[in-house]
Every structure is written in structure tokens, then in C-alpha cells.
């Protein structure tokens, strides 16, 4: 069984590796735009060509770094594979190690996942050059922008919004539904896969010991409809009751297999391991953050702690954007660009992280329970 924390930070070495192969790809776009992208009369069926181009070097530059990444990937899956193995036995007293063998499985698997994100990672490099491009193209020709100024536009759109990848098209349509910044997806795709196949070998391991119940994880910012099954013990051979004690059953409460909504899904931290009745467990249905919020404010704070470190990475990038076109440029225009995304960086890096809101002094739950709303003696709004 792996931990939440572990499962989120499995990819973390690979995703790292991909954010260097993206700001490199980025490097390389920057510079082709400002090798002379024409600004003039050029129709969009050209502007596509010229894309298609970078096709090749932009291969060239994960080619580059494909040791690194098989390095990293490896090295990810045997770390988690390793110590959610040796949780197991240590839950069942003992036993073979079953890791060694599915490590070759699943870095297999991971291979063969990060070999279709490289494909869509050149492709996304191409979509980004060709939006930027359009963009500056049209601009110039209908007398909105100067040519210095459009570039300028070009430049820092592409270092902002970076290098997607598809991860979700409508089959019927073919409309893009879900795209993700590359080194997230890498990072969940990742995630996935060692998490899926821990839970397999932890499947393997109990029937053929013939271990039949089964700890679930939990975590305080669990999504609604996974914190209804966490935390809790099932059983693998549909609902037992055992010296008064029901489990239920684990297959249908945790919707083990469905991918869209279970147990080990996409950006599902959750994993399971072997339970003896009567043991000491592990985890609670009902986790406290440090914080002393529910679940779901905690998860609204991630996100917005999130979005504030996204926003850094991104005008970081711009920053590096500008650094390049004033050094080719080197006019009072780009200057000025250069000194306004410096101060967009230092602005970012000022403005103070999200924090949990921390509960009121006051509001204890007795307070709760007994309906007050406001703070005993003091006449303060709880919370």
C-alpha cells in the first residue's frame, strides 16, 4: 500500500526532467520567431507549414533527454513499487518480495505511456508556435499592432501558456475537451500507472495467501465522491460480517476497475493494503487537516495555492521571453517590455500564498453542536 503523499509525489523526478525539456522546446520556438517570422501577407496555410518545420529538432531536443527520463522513470517506479511491497508484508507478517519482477511491467508500461507523450508534446510545441503566430500575423495585417509589438505579443504568449498536451478529445467530434500543461500530465500519467499496478501486486499477494480484507486510504481534501469509501476496511469476497463487525464489500463500495470515478483512477491518491481483523488501523474516514477546515475548503486551498505557484513558473518564462527579444532587439521598446516582466515577477513572487483560513478561537464543537453563530461573550461571528 502506498500513502497519499507517496502516490503524489511519485513522477515529481520525471515531471522536473519534462519542465526542462519544455523551456528548451520554448528556447528554440523564441528564437525561430525571432529569426525573422514574416509579419506581413502570410496566409494561414503557410503559417502551417512553417510550424510543421520544428517538427524535427523539436524531436531532437527529447531526444537529447530520453536517458534522463528513462533514468527518472525507473527510478520512480521502483521506489514506489519497493515500498508499497514492503508495506503489505509488513501488514501480513511476512512474505516473498513480488517488486522485482513488476518492475519490469510497469517501467514498461510507463515507457510506452511517456513515448505517446512525446508525440504530443512535439505536437503541442507546434500548436503553441502556430497560435502565437496567427495571432502576430493578424494583427500586423490589420494595423492593430506594430510589427516590434506583435512580436513582443508572440514571444510572451508562448513562454506564458508553454506546452500542452491532449489528453481528452470528444470521439464523435473530435473537440478537445481536457488539455493539460505537459509536465502535469506527465506527472499524472505516471502517478496512474505505479499506483494502478501497486494495487494489482497487493491483489496478488493476498489471494494467494488467501487474505480477504482490505484498508483504504484517506486523505483530508479527498474529492465528495471518493471521501463517501475511503478510510474504511471492505472485504474482497462480497460483505462479511465478522465477530459483529460488517465489511463490506470493497469491489462495489470502491468502484475498483472504473477508471472515471473508483479507486485508482486519474489523479486518484487513494491505495489499499492488507488488513487482519481486529488490527490497529492505519486511517480514519474522517482525516483532520492541521488546519481544523472540512475537506473540501482544504482542497479549495490547494488549488488556489496551486494556481499562485502556476502563475510564478509562467511569468518566469515570460521574463526569460523578453530577456531574449531585447537582446536581439535591443531597442527602447524592448526594454521596456524586459522591465515590465520583471516587475510582473517580482509583483507574483510578493503576493502572499494562499493559507488555510484558520477556524476562529472560539469556534470549538460545542459551540457547533449547540447552533451558536457567534464567539460567547464576545460577539463574534464563529468562523
Known amino acids: 500500500m502506498l500513502s497519499p503523499e507517496q502516490i503524489d509525489s511519485a513522477a515529481d523526478a520525471v515531471g522536473a526532467v519534462y519542465a526542462d525539456i519544455e523551456a528548451e522546446m520554448l528556447d528554440h520556438l523564441v528564437g525561430r520567431l525571432l ?8 496566409g494561414l496555410t503557410a503559417l502551417s507549414l512553417l510550424a510543421q518545420t520544428h517538427g524535427p529538432e523539436l524531436a531532437r531536443i527529447l531526444g537529447r533527454s530520453q536517458a534522463a527520463i528513462d533514468e527518472a ?12 511491497d514492503a508495506d503489505d508484508v509488513e501488514r501480513l507478517g511476512g512474505g516473498e518480495p513480488l517488486w522485482p519482477r513488476q518492475v519490469e511491467a510497469t517501467a514498461a508500461g510507463v515507457a510506452e505511456m511517456l513515448a505517446r507523450d512525446n508525440l504530443a508534446m512535439v505536437e503541442g ?8 503566430s496567427i495571432e502576430a500575423v493578424t494583427r500586423v495585417n490589420t494595423g492593430a499592432w506594430t510589427t516590434e509589438r506583435a512580436l513582443h505579443a508572440a514571444v510572451r504568449r508562448l513562454e506564458r501558456e508553454g506546452v500542452s498536451i491532449v489528453t481528452y478529445r470528444n470521439a464523435s467530434t473530435g473537440i478537445v475537451t481536457v488539455e ?9 500519467h505516471i502517478r496512474t500507472q505505479i499506483s494502478q499496478d501497486g494495487m494489482r501486486m497487493t491483489l496478488e499477494r493476498m489471494e494467494g495467501l488467501g487474505a480477504a480484507l482490505v484498508e483504504v486510504s484517506s486523505h483530508e481534501d479527498a474529492r465528495p465522491s471518493h471521501a463517501a469509501w475511503h478510510g474504511r476496511v471492505y472485504s474482497l469476497h462480497g460483505e462479511v460480517e465478522i465477530d459483529g463487525v460488517k465489511y463490506p464489500d470493497f469491489y462495489s463500495s470502491c468502484h475498483w476497475g472504473d477508471l472515471s470515478a473508483g479507486i ?3 489523479n486518484c491518491r487513494h491505495s ?5 481483523h481486529g488490527a490497529p488501523r492505519s486511517y480514519d474516514p474522517n482525516p483532520e487537516s492541521a488546519s481544523g477546515l472540512p475537506g473540501e475548503e482544504v482542497y479549495a486551498w490547494e488549488q488556489r495555492q496551486r494556481r499562485a505557484e502556476r502563475r510564478i513558473r509562467e511569468t518566469k518564462r515570460e521574463l526569460r521571453g523578453a530577456q531574449a527579444v531585447h537582446e536581439r532587439l535591443g531597442t527602447l521598446d524592448s526594454a521596456a517590455q524586459l522591465a515590465s516582466a520583471k516587475d510582473g515577477l517580482r509583483r507574483a513572487q510578493a503576493r502572499p500564498m494562499p493559507s488555510p483560513r484558520p477556524a476562529s478561537p472560539c469556534c470549538t464543537a460545542t459551540a457547533a453542536a449547540s447552533g451558536q453563530a457567534t464567539c460567547p461573550g464576545r460577539g463574534a461571528t464563529c468562523g
Open 35 to 42: 529569426d525573422g517570422l514574416p509579419l506581413g501577407q502570410r
Open 73 to 84: 522513470a525507473r527510478e520512480a517506479v521502483e521506489r514506489a513499487l519497493r515500498a508499497s
Open 125 to 132: 510545441a507546434k500548436r503553441a508556435f502556430l497560435a502565437a
Open 180 to 188: 493539460n500543461h505537459v509536465d502535469v500530465a506527465v506527472r499524472r
Open 264 to 266: 485508482g483512477g486519474p
Open 272 to 276: 489499499f493494503g492488507p488488513y487482519r
